[in-house]
């Protein structure tokens, strides 16, 4: 905590930070700097890195003009069959939505032909399908697969437990007659 404070305390009396703006252009216009940018540079000196830490910790949080359009997007994409919607799938479908919305148009917009049976077929497109296809194939496999070997190592450790138990309960029951028999042998010994 005390080095945190400190870090402040040296970021407010700074006079070495890379600028924030860039010169102005041709035309007199002053671009800024992106903060993410700015914030790379400031951690590329070392001179702040609980503060550098807490800065991209703070910048990766969702944030934006459509943040609750987002929300009602996932909402309207999640159901009770694809509660585990992957992250990867989720951006792209949010990379398709702002560039339609960006456009003023709709997907359907872009597929419809005159004459489907004469327009020429993207391989292109074509290609990608398959090669995401397949990749989600393969990534389906392999964590089904990680999956089963978790499956499993869980069950050779119960398996393993049930073992240890169970000879520890024989050895507790042969303990126990021993301890029994030798009980009534002093009974005996003693008539």
Sequence with gaps: EDLYEEEIANYTVDQTFPPYQLPPNSDGVVKHVRIDNWWAEVRETGRYPILTKMIY??????????VESSFNTMGDILDSRSFNLHIDTYNSYQ???YYLRARGT?????FIREKPHESPIDSELCNKIQTSSSRYRRDLEKKNHEQESRNK??????????KYEKEEKEQMEKQMKRKKRREANEKNNKK
């Design 57 to 66: 910790a703070i910048l990766s949080c969702f944030h934006g003009p459509l």
């Design 106 to 110: 709709k997907a359907i917009d872009m």
């Design 153 to 162: 190592k869980l069950k050779s450790k119960k398996d393993a437990k049930a």
């Design 95 to 97: 990379t398709v939505q």
